[in-house]
């Protein structure tokens, strides 16, 4: 077997993969194993991304989010009483849109395969890159001189989303138990703790 062979099978292994990972997400009834689901999909995508020589963007995809993201998504799940039901009613809702989106994906891989079949040039018949390469530096290289503004501007829209996340979960609503530290530091021992005495019971 070549190692193209072998590199299409594991494409197509792996992308497999990724579409049962895909439905397990959005056709799971227990949020937690969505969740999971979801770790699953990133975790694969970054597999991809390795076997398309993008390294840094594959590493990049576990670090941040199944590292960092999809445990945040996890407390997350665990924290909020989520209603199921509502959540199936807005699948069946919206269900066509999300067949629209999937027939074009669908159109848009179709169309690369016919073009690859046609013997036409593609990225992915491109050379390979010399082993000196790397493209971890070639792209902080690009993002850190033309793309700096960008870059600085996303730091500071998702500060700005870390700030709202804050902000809607410390909000006050019924049943809520909100911490209160001043009351906290001001309790004494007496108020914590009284010591009752109880007299012995008399057996005849």
């Given at each position: ?29 227990n ?88 013997g ?78 109880v007299?012995a019971?008399?057996?005849?």
């Amino acid at each position: 077997m070549t190692a193209n062979l072998l590199t299409s099978v594991l494409f197509y292994f792996y992308g497999a993969v990724l579409v049962a990972a895909s439905l397990g997400v959005v056709l799971a009834r227990n949020p937690v194993r969505a969740a999971l689901c979801l770790v699953l999909a990133f975790f694969t995508s970054a597999v991809l991304w390795l076997l398309l020589e993008a390294e840094f963007l594959g590493i990049v995809l576990v670090l941040v989010y199944v590292g960092a993201v999809m445990v945040l998504f996890l407390f997350v799940v665990m924290m909020l009483d989520i209603n199921v039901a509502q959540l199936r009613e807005g699948l069946v809702r919206y269900a066509w849109l999300g067949a629209l989106v999937a027939g074009v994906m669908i159109g848009e891989v179709a169309y690369v395969v016919w073009f690859r079949h046609l013997g036409l040039p593609l990225a992915l018949d491109a050379p390979p890159l010399p082993l000196a390469y790397s493209n971890t530096k070639s792209l902080g290289a690009v993002l850190y001189t033309d793309y700096l503004l960008p870059f600085q501007l996303a730091a500071v829209v998702l500060l700005v989303a870390i700030v709202a996340a804050i902000s809607l979960t410390t909000r006050r609503r019924p049943g809520y138990k909100h911490q209160d530290i001043a009351a906290q530091v001001a309790v004494r021992s007496a108020d914590r703790l009284r010591i009752v005495k109880v007299e012995a019971e008399k057996r005849p």
